[in-house]
T-cell receptor, first 114, second 111 residues
Framework: GAGVSQTPSNKVTEKGKYVELRCDPISGHTALYWYRQSLGQGPEFLIYFQGTGAADDSGLPNDRFFAVRPEGSVSTLKIQRTERGDSAVYLC????????????FGSGTRLTVV | QKEVEQDPGPLSVPEGAIVSLNCTYSNSAFQYFMWYRQYSRKGPELLMYTYSSGNKEDGRFTAQVDKSSKYISLFIRDSQPSDSATYLCAMSGGSNYKLTFGKGTLLTVNP
């Protein structure tokens, strides 16, 4: 596609529920990133995929968070037992292999845990 | 102390003004420096990208990096109401895949 697509754009869930957030990167972009942006803050790194494998998941806050990219394209960020503190905008970005000029972000999924 | 410090503002200027935005950082390993613009309820959009120290100009935008002072700046000339957004500085080390962002500065350009 022309840009990075994230669905849903908004998600409201109850505390304790499980959610999945989807990212469809730009075609041909083998690198994919997830970031989390809390209100009034800059985005914070969560995980980086190169192809199908997670090359760096050091930013995932705890084991309730998990992400997959089984075919090297679409990625899903999964959050178990959601907590109110998980409320944030989850941003996905993608880039060409070896790109050194920044990456392209999607519009994000705004997650609200009530 | 956070790795990247950025004054969140808000900053309000009249149309046509020169805007100066800046960030300081503490990690000497940072080599790649970026400025992103983020409109409300949108993802960050890359504005400027600079490697190491120096200046880079693109239209009304100029990015400056001073690695000796660990200080980066973005200047916007002839600011327009459409420039109203949050401006985020971001930087990375040699691997270049993990960006560390500032908090962002909210800019409003008044017509």
């Amino acid at each position: 596609g022309a840009g990075v697509s994230q669905t849903p754009s908004n998600k409201v869930t109850e505390k304790g529920k499980y959610v999945e957030l989807r990212c469809d990167p730009i075609s041909g972009h083998t690198a994919l990133y997830w970031y989390r942006q809390s209100l009034g803050q800059g985005p914070e790194f969560l995980i980086y995929f190169q192809g199908t494998g997670a090359a760096d998941d050091s930013g995932l806050p705890n084991d309730r968070f998990f992400a997959v990219r089984p075919e090297g394209s679409v990625s899903t960020l999964k959050i178990q037992r959601t907590e109110r503190g998980d409320s944030a905008v989850y941003l996905c970005a993608s880039s060409r292999p070896g790109a050194r000029d920044g990456y392209t972000f999607g519009s994000g999924t705004r997650l609200t845990v009530v | 102390q956070k790795e990247v410090e950025q004054d969140p503002g808000p900053l309000s200027v009249p149309e046509g003004a020169i805007v100066s935005l800046n960030c300081t950082y503490s990690n000497s390993a940072f080599q790649y420096f970026m400025w992103y613009r983020q409109y409300s309820r949108k993802g960050p959009e890359l504005l400027m990208y600079t490697y190491s120290s120096g200046n880079k100009e693109d239209g009304r935008f100029t990015a400056q990096v001073d690695k000796s002072s660990k200080y980066i700046s973005l200047f916007i000339r002839d600011s327009q109401p459409s420039d109203s957004a949050t401006y985020l500085c971001a930087m990375s080390g040699g691997s270049n895949y993990k960006l560390t962002f500032g908090k962002g500065t909210l800019l409003t350009v008044n017509p």
